[in-house]
């Protein structure tokens, strides 16, 4: 009966042990799934965290209402970043990161590109076909104005680029040059806000190579 007992007693103890050590592998092999969810995907709460930092940022600069309509985390910057919606202007989606909203203000940016985009569609009104003509406005990173939020001293401070690029059947590669000097004068006479600089680059692909041709407007 004693060593019945005993070997009762022996075969309690493995159990536990054989339990312990499990319940230690399965408590690694979480850990390290939750490492590497969290390396990839950030942690949850901080990314709820910076949403609200982030809105309180752009609502409190520039006194609109925003919202947040998609967010991710970038583990190679270990950043988490937010695409932003402006409520009265829906259309000047930007997506940016609390840090980087300290840095640049891509909402600044657009709205200043959105002031130059407007003179364009008027100055070429009718001569931007979407289903042959693309047209892109940027602003160059290399000088000031990077989280002014005033439109017209962020324009006054910046260089800008109009790109358009236009379908071979509407413009001989031959004559783009006087093309792109004509646009040039038309977008000049459109444009009535101040710019520190302004470049119109068109581009034309003839199936073989591209033609370029750049003017200073400004």
Known sequence: MITLK????????????????????????LSFITYFYVALSGNPIVKWQKKQVILRIYED???????????????????????????????????????????????????????????????LNGLLDPQSSTMNIYEEHNTLGGTETDVHKRLRENHYVIS??????????????????????????????AVGGLTLRVSVYDGDNYHFSDVDIR
């Open 6 to 29: 005993g070997d009762m007693l022996m075969k309690i103890t493995k159990k536990r042990i054989l339990l312990a050590v499990l319940g230690i592998i399965v408590i690694t092999i």
């Open 61 to 123: 600069r520039y006194e609109e209402d925003f919202k947040v309509i998609r967010s991710h985390y970038d583990y190679k910057r270990g950043d988490y970043f937010y695409t932003l919606e402006p409520v009265e202007n829906p259309q000047l989606k930007f997506n940016t990161s609390v840090y980087e909203s300290t840095q640049r203000d891509l909402y600044a940016e657009l709205r200043a590109e959105d002031v130059i985009r407007q003179a364009v569609e008027d100055a």
């Open 164 to 193: 358009i690029s236009r379908d071979v059947d509407l413009l001989d590669p031959g004559a783009v040059d006087a093309a792109t000097m004509d646009m040039g004068q038309r977008i000049d006479t459109a444009l009535g806000a």
